[in-house]
């Protein structure tokens, strides 16, 4: 070991060689490298190719690159214990080495590439017999090219005595190169230019995909079909090498719209994705926030944005990282251009600036822009085409699988801190819960806890929790069942209230025609959820007025047992313009298209048309927008029932409606005697001997009535004396014109 003193290099030549420059004088003729060491610090090791040059360093002396000083950490003039060795010293031999590569001066530097094969060669020729150490620093100049900075990554090597042998290769700190040695390149993390070629390192190729994210841990529920779809258009290109995506002509996608009813998932989604991709931090804005009062304001919101992904784009280009804008609520800003009252154009020309952001003159391939919103019919169509939202996802309402999946999700912790009963069955949750959106779910837990935690609650005076509620405190079916009941109901569920509401008197099977109506609205019903159907099915239930045939389709409706169930009627829309009928009429079947199985009641069919016999009169928009929509095939894989009633078939037939149903169903009077009696004995009303009575005096006589206004007559004479009730009933139908005849009573 002699001491030696560190200098700079006089030259810039010497730089270029990587070598340690020394003076012949000093060292043996055969001496091929040294092994420098820190007299303060005998444990820390460099190892350098040396040569001799003409009017070397002086004796004594030692000449170093600056990348070298820097490298081992040496002064100038700091003295250095220095060992020599020959160029057959018995070091491990390099088999692969993988080195980070960049410009050595980024100034002015424009994007180009570099043939990975040329560089390896160059590297080969250059320092074949030079000993390589990790986290060494290289100077390597290529023809025509600007000089290059090296880092050594990583080395894989052999023993000297194994090389031959066939000996499996392992991590090494230093080595000696060979000229057959296996050299990968990577881009340095700022640099600007690609790598293209096989001697590319597959590190190079970095997934975009976090390692670190656990897909199982996403708390995301009944999303994997629109995950994976999502996955597919918009993040493949990009876990490929850019050269074959070059190769391909393919564009990485860089707008993704999520859209679909509240509360099922977006939001969350979008944030996943965020976390799940390895990029910048996301930028994550309300939509809202983006406008601002002042003019041009709003749009300098949108360029900030977008002002990180271009600057890196400019400075670092295909090797830029990838930026993520998180728009929740887009539609806020994004609204059709013209669509907004006033004249300022604020929105117009917020949306020209997105555009002009995403896709415009000067794109930018490092971004991705994630859309949410909840009326994707509201936002600009320029904003949808491809190269911009490109990737549109409608998330929407899970299905028994998903809504396991995110009962699961959030009773995880409960289940973990044994704080929910055995009998709490969650595939039975899940079947009960159709139509549930995530956000409903999640309500649907909360209010079970709730419930199981106002058990221990005595309030007498004052409110006192059980001291040991602790120990006590358990959620249990009925707290769920509970929650079904009184606390969370679906946002696109069966409208139950409606329903029971028609079918308040039941319904009276009072003869053939009812049996008939109910079997044949069985198998339509059966149609419509059947696999291989055009997924549409509907049908028009007319006949006279009062004839029971809202209380018919309701129970078609109800025993359908579809997921959604939706009554569209008139006294619903009261006050109505035209155009806001029209516009409820269009929610009612777009939300249905949101379920896998969904039924529309629409009721008075003529009376939502606004018709009018004196005239007539009849609203013709509402017509068109209904006749459009019975026509119209639900989405793929959706299946839609509607049941219309009328009293106006004739009517509908000279507008042309009738043509759109799938088929009638006709709902006549009560016509004989004999359903009379089968009416009223469905009642504790009437003695035998009155309905014995009741039924020969109207025996051989024709009876007009519908069931509706025989059960009213009904109500009406049960307030009678018992004794009157046959002889009021009978008196009643022949006044209101139901007997065809006036002198049967005595």
């Known amino acids: 070991m002699v001491v030696f003193k560190a200098v700079k290099c006089s030259a810039d030549d010497w730089a270029i060689t990587n070598c340690a420059i020394i003076n012949d004088e000093d060292f043996h003729s055969d001496t091929k490298y040294i092994e420098v060491q820190h007299q303060t610090k005998p444990d820390i090791k460099f190892w350098f190719t040396v040569r001799s040059v003409k009017n070397p360093p002086p004796r004594g002396c030692i000449a170093f690159s600056m990348n070298q000083r820097e490298w081992a950490q040496l002064s100038i003039n700091q003295a250095i214990n220095v060992i020599p060795h020959p160029a057959n010293v018995p070091i491990d031999f390099v088999l692969s080495v993988e080195v980070e590569v960049d410009y050595f001066n980024k100034k002015g530097k424009t994007n180009e590439q570099f043939d990975t094969d040329m560089m390896a060669k160059e590297f080969l020729m250059l320092f074949s017999n030079h000993v390589l150490s990790v986290s060494q620093t290289l100077l390597l100049q290529l023809p025509e090219k600007p000089l290059m900075f090296i880092k050594v990554k990583s080395i894989e090597g052999v023993n000297s005595n194994e090389i031959n042998s066939g000996a499996k290769p392992r991590i090494v700190q230093f080595g000696k190169c060979l000229s057959n040695t296996v050299v990968r390149f990577v881009v340095g993390p700022n640099a600007s230019f690609l790598l293209v070629g096989r001697a590319k390192s597959q590190q190079t190729r970095v997934s975009i995909i976090n390692p670190d994210f656990d897909f199982n841990k996403m708390g995301i529920g009944g999303l994997d079909n629109e995950f994976n779809a999502i996955f597919r258009r918009a993040f493949a290109s990009r876990v490929f090498p850019q050269e074959i995506i070059e190769q391909l002509g393919c564009k990485h996608v860089k707008g993704i719209l999520l859209y679909g009813p509240p509360g099922t998932g977006k939001t969350l989604m979008a944030r996943q994705i965020g976390q799940m991709l390895q990029a910048r931090e996301p930028k994550i804005v309300n939509g809202p926030q983006i406008l601002d009062k002042y003019v041009g304001e709003s749009e300098a919101n949108v360029r900030r944005l977008f002002a990180d992904a271009e600057e890196e784009e400019k400075r670092c280009g295909p090797s830029s990282g990838l930026h993520i804008i998180i728009f929740d609520e887009i539609d806020a800003i994004c609204k059709a251009r013209g669509s907004v009252g006033g004249n300022t154009g604020v929105h117009d020309t917020v949306v020209n600036q997105l555009l002009a952001k995403i896709d415009g003159v000067e794109q930018l391939n490092n971004i991705l822009v994630i859309g949410m919103t909840n009326r994707r019919d509201m936002i600009d169509e320029a904003l949808l085409r491809p190269g911009r939202l490109e990737v549109q996802m409608e998330i929407s309402l899970p299905d028994e699988h998903g809504r396991l999946q995110i009962l699961s999700i959030h009773t995880t912790r409960m289940k973990e801190f044994k704080k929910i009963a055995n009998d709490v069955n969650m595939k039975e949750l899940s079947s009960l819960t159709k139509n549930f959106s995530g956000a409903e779910l999640e309500g649907l ?146 939300d249905a298209y949101r379920s896998q199985l969904s039924c529309i009641l629409v009721d008075n069919i003529e009376r939502l048309l606004d018709y009018g016999s004196i005239g007539p009169r009849y609203s013709n928009l509402t017509l068109q927008a209904l006749l459009v929509l019975l026509k119209k095939q639900p989405p793929k894989g959706k299946k839609l029932l509607v049941l219309c009633t009328s009293s106006r078939k004739q009517v509908l037939d000279e507008m042309e409606m009738l043509s759109a149903f799938t088929a009638i169903l006709h709902v006549p009077n009560l016509s004989q005697p004999e359903e009379l009696i089968t009416v009223l004995e469905q009642f504790d009303l009437f003695t035998k001997q009155d309905i014995h009575k009741i039924h020969n005096q109207i025996t051989g006589h024709k009876v007009f009535i519908g069931i509706k206004k025989l059960l009213a007559l009904i109500d009406m004479v049960r307030q009678t004396d018992p004794k009157l009730r046959a002889i009021k009933l009978l008196t009643k139908m022949e006044e209101e014109g139901c007997l065809d005849t006036g002198t049967m009573i005595h």
């Not at 009925?478 to 946002?491: N, S, V, Y």
């Not at 069985?522 to 509907?538: C, N």
């Not at 028009?540 to 169930?565: H, M, Q, R, Y």
């Open 445 to 590: 837990v909360r209010a079970a806890q709730s419930t199981a935690m106002n058990r221990l609650i005595k309030a007498n005076n004052k409110v006192e929790v059980d001291p040991d509620a602790s120990e006590k405190l358990q959620v249990c079916r009925d707290d769920f069942l509970h929650a079904l009941e009184h606390d969370i109901k679906p946002a696109f569920g069966a409208s139950a209230e409606a329903l029971e509401h028609f079918l308040a008197r039941g319904i009276i099977t009072w003869g053939p025609s009812v049996t008939s109506i109910l079997e044949d609205g069985y198998l339509l019903t059966q149609q419509a959820r059947a696999q291989d159907s055009f997924g549409l099915v509907s049908v028009l239930i007319e006949g006279p007025p009062n004839s029971g045939k809202t209380a018919l389709a309701a129970k078609l409706a109800k025993d359908s047992d579809f997921p959604f169930v939706k009554v569209c009627s008139p006294e619903d829309m009261v006050g109505f313009t035209e155009t806001a009928k029209c516009t409820q009429i269009r929610k009612i079947f777009d």
